[in-house]
Each structure stands twice: as C-alpha cells, then as structure tokens.
C-alpha cells in the first residue's frame, strides 16, 4: 500500500489548512487511517485516526480544532486544521493499517504503512 501526502504548507497563526492521504489500497474501506506529527528534536505523536467504520479518535491538543475524515470512494483520507498554533508546527505523517478494530491505533507502532511526511509550520 503506498500512500501520498498532500495539503502541508505555511500559514498564520490561526489560520487552517487541509491534509490529505491517497491510497493505493484496493479495499482502502478496510484500512485504519491515521495521522501523526513530529517535531523537531520530538517523538513522533498521535493526531488523529479514523477506524474502518468512521469512529473517530483524537489527541488532547487537537481536539475541537482538527477533523479526521475519509472518503472511501476515493481511497482518501483527509485531516482538516483549524485555529492552527504555533506548537502544530511539525511533519505530518498519514498511517494505515488493515483491521477491523473498533477503535483505531494511536501508536505508530500499530500502523503497518507510512506516507512520506509533510510540512506545517505555523508563523506567530
């Protein structure tokens, strides 16, 4: 499974921006997605998952500002950012991993495929 990163970029403190993660999954519905970031000189962390069937999952520090979705059809997930701050900044990384579990990985260590990263930064 192969998986392209979309969406990264600069923008104010506030602002929003939009990632998205294209499968190459031919049953992508049966996928786990999920994101992760990592900073500078950080551990790589959980953002947000979405399970097989669209239970969603976030960490403490994203929640109520971003949204984890996918669109089966188009064998994509996305990660929508709102009121982005200054501690988002990192590379966003997108997951995925086959199963039905009802609740989605949080660790990266669940996560059998990787995209390559892309960058957020967030300016103050």
């Known amino acids: 499974v192969q998986l392209q990163v979309s969406g990264g970029g600069l923008v104010q403190t506030g602002g929003s921006l939009r990632l998205a993660c294209a499968a190459s999954?031919?049953?992508?519905?049966?996928?786990?997605m999920g994101w992760f970031r990592q900073a500078p000189e950080k551990e790589r962390e959980f953002v947000a998952a979405?399970?097989?069937?669209?239970?969603?999952d976030y960490a403490e520090a994203v929640k109520g500002r971003f949204a984890i979705s996918r669109d089966n059809a188009k064998k994509t997930a996305y990660l929508q950012m709102n009121s982005l701050r200054a501690e988002d900044t990192a590379v966003y990384y997108c997951?995925?991993?086959?199963?039905?579990?009802?609740?989605?990985?949080?660790?990266?260590?669940?996560?059998?495929?990787w995209g390559q990263g892309t960058q957020v930064t967030v300016s103050s």
């Open positions: 997951a995925a991993e086959y199963n039905f579990k009802t609740v989605a990985p949080v660790t990266p260590g669940e996560y059998d495929y």
């Open positions: 999954a031919r049953t992508f519905s049966n996928y786990c």
């Open positions: 979405i399970n097989w069937n669209g239970a969603t």
